[in-house]
DNA sequence: TCTGGGGTCCTAGGACCC
DNA sequence: TCTGGGGTCCTAGGACCC
């Protein structure tokens, strides 16, 4: 989807078309933002500079995603909230709205499978399609479907798309980024030389930053030069699978199929503070923050019908290292406190010397209890605090 | 001016078992 | 006295993606 987020908001606010707008971040709603400008009633959308507590208002967040005006001005998604503020003061700045951006992201899937029901889901606002045996997915390499589709959702939700075709998800999604906003671009295997092997190594999906990095000191920087190289030097350097992979992604070979069904690994919730918060002088704070975010892994895993095995932790210290910690408990769990004293256990294992600027909570290795009946797992995942700690899991054990 | 939140997958060592 | 070869599970860290 082009610039998600922000599109949402534009079908919201048309009024905001064309101007610099950055999704992400922001504290407050527009409402309250209303509220803020002297208490006036219009609508009014306030340019980040003119927000006298900027800090207050972007806090600590990142750009989740910027319109085209905005990116004008150097603004790019995972980029600091200050720093764009301060890049483009004239930027309007609103809050995610998850449950619309939810909302959306489940009404464009469901457009498409309408379409083409095999669909692998990859986020909020990416898939992948399999036209293989849809009919008319063939005509003109693909292009009908692909105008079909979009047509579709624009009708629908006023949203553009981009999309590309390939023989496989690899090629595909390295042709999606060709014609952004709402275009359609056809990849076929003999256009890799001169379409794919110009593109810089870290437009293939799975090259990161750093890989991006170690690949510029061997002098790698495009995919050409990358397809060029002996496999024993790649292997060499990365590994027998990662160096294999590098070799054949260079090729524009993926024989990954569309997966259109999966189940979790794993469901957490994680929060980056304000400021960072001492383990001793904000114990309160830590602690009241630490349950919390218990109680929404348990929220979570009941509403979608999960129990885990196990719990474990993640802090961010002030110096951006990450500390995990994790326990497999002898039984499955879903229940608030349960989950509070396996993740108190695992904090008791980790440093806490340095300031904190994150913790998470994470439940994983899990099991889904949909099967049951409705009152019974509410019974089984409500279960707690039994005196001892080897008796309650045994009991949530029983019952799954 | 510091840098979100929710995920997946991989690696590697150690425990433990047959 | 020297020292197998599978396999699975658990834990911690890290790369990467949307």
């Given at each position: 989807m082009?610039?998600?987020?922000?599109?949402?908001?534009?079908?919201?606010?048309?009024?905001?078309?064309?101007?610099?707008v950055?999704?992400?971040?922001?504290?407050?709603s527009?409402?309250?933002?209303l509220?803020?400008?002297?208490?006036?009633?219009?609508?009014?959308?306030?340019?980040?500079?003119?927000?006298?507590?900027?800090?207050d208002y972007?806090?600590?967040?990142?750009?989740?995603?910027?319109?085209?005006?905005?990116?004008q001005?150097?603004?790019?998604?995972?980029?600091?909230?200050?720093?764009?503020?301060?890049l483009?003061?004239?930027?309007?700045?609103?809050?995610v709205d998850?449950?619309e951006?939810?909302?959306?992201?489940?009404l464009?899937?469901?457009?498409?499978?309408?379409?083409?029901?095999?669909?692998?889901?990859?986020?909020?606002?990416?898939v992948?399609?399999d036209f293989?045996d849809v009919?008319g997915?063939?005509?003109?390499?693909?292009r009908?479907?692909?105008?079909?589709i979009?047509?579709?959702?624009?009708?629908?939700?006023?949203?553009?798309c981009?999309?590309g075709v390939a023989?496989?998800?690899?090629?595909?999604?390295?042709?999606?980024?060709?014609?952004k906003?709402?275009?359609v671009?056809?990849v076929?295997?003999?256009?890799?030389?001169?379409?794919?092997?110009?593109?810089?190594?870290?437009?293939i999906?799975?090259?990161?930053?750093?890989?991006g990095?170690?690949?510029a000191?061997?002098?790698?920087?495009?995919?050409?030069?990358?397809?060029?190289?002996?496999?024993?030097?790649?292997?060499r350097?990365?590994?027998?699978?990662?160096?294999?992979?590098?070799?054949?992604?260079?090729w524009g070979r993926?024989?990954s199929?569309?997966?259109?069904?999966?189940?979790?690994?794993?469901?957490?919730r994680?929060?980056t503070?304000?400021?960072?918060?001492h383990a001793?002088?904000d114990?309160?704070?830590?602690?009241?923050?630490?349950?919390?975010?218990?109680?929404?892994?348990a929220?979570?895993?009941?509403?979608?019908?999960?129990?885990?095995?196990?719990?474990?932790?993640?802090?961010?210290?002030?110096?951006?290292?990450?500390?995990?910690?994790?326990?497999t408990?002898?039984?499955?769990?879903?229940?608030a406190?349960?989950?509070?004293?396996?993740?108190?256990?695992?904090?008791k294992?980790?440093?806490?010397?340095?300031?904190?600027?994150?913790?998470?909570?994470r439940?994983?290795?899990?099991?889904?209890?949909g099967?049951?009946?409705?009152?019974?797992?509410?019974?089984?995942?409500?279960?707690?605090?039994?005196?001892q700690?080897?008796?309650?899991?045994?009991?949530?054990?029983q019952?799954?």
């Amino acid at each position: 989807m082009d610039a998600f987020f922000a599109s949402v908001e534009l079908l919201r606010y048309p009024q905001l078309k064309g101007l610099p707008v950055v999704i992400g971040g922001a504290r407050r709603s527009v409402d309250e933002a209303l509220l803020a400008a002297q208490g006036q009633r219009a609508l009014r959308f306030i340019p980040v500079a003119e927000f006298p507590l900027l800090k207050d208002y972007v806090g600590r967040g990142v750009i989740t995603t910027a319109t085209y005006a905005a990116r004008q001005f150097g603004i790019g998604s995972a980029m600091g909230m200050m720093k764009a503020a301060r890049l483009c003061p004239q930027a309007i700045v609103l809050p995610v709205d998850f449950d619309e951006i939810r909302r959306f992201s489940r009404l464009f899937k469901s457009i498409i499978a309408e379409i083409a029901p095999l669909v692998e889901d990859r986020g909020v606002d990416e898939v992948y399609i399999d036209f293989t045996d849809v009919p008319g997915g063939q005509r003109e390499g693909g292009r009908v479907l692909a105008r079909l589709i979009q047509k579709s959702i624009f009708d629908k939700t006023g949203l553009t798309c981009s999309m590309g075709v390939a023989p496989n998800k690899l090629l595909a999604k390295m042709a999606s980024e060709f014609n952004k906003p709402n275009g359609v671009s056809i990849v076929v295997e003999s256009d890799l030389q001169a379409k794919i092997w110009p593109l810089h190594v870290r437009k293939i999906n799975g090259i990161g930053p750093k890989a991006g990095e170690r690949l510029a000191a061997l002098g790698i920087e495009t995919i050409g030069e990358l397809a060029a190289q002996a496999p024993h030097r790649l292997v060499r350097h990365f590994g027998q699978s990662t160096g294999v992979w590098m070799i054949e992604a260079a090729w524009g070979r993926d024989a990954s199929a569309v997966v259109t069904h999966s189940e979790p690994v794993s469901i957490s919730r994680e929060t980056t503070f304000e400021r960072d918060l001492h383990a001793v002088r904000d114990k309160a704070e830590l602690g009241a923050i630490f349950t919390r975010l218990c109680e929404q892994v348990a929220a979570d895993l009941q509403r979608k019908g999960y129990a885990a095995k196990t719990i474990g932790i993640k802090l961010r210290y002030e110096d951006f290292k990450i500390a995990t910690r994790d326990l497999t408990a002898p039984g499955y769990t879903a229940d608030a406190k349960t989950i509070r004293r396996l993740a108190g256990q695992c904090l008791k294992r980790v440093p806490l010397d340095k300031r904190l600027r994150l913790l998470g909570v994470r439940a994983g290795t899990l099991l889904k209890v949909g099967e049951l009946a409705d009152g019974e797992q509410h019974r089984a995942v409500g279960t707690s605090a039994p005196t001892q700690a080897g008796a309650e899991l045994t009991v949530t054990r029983q019952l799954f």
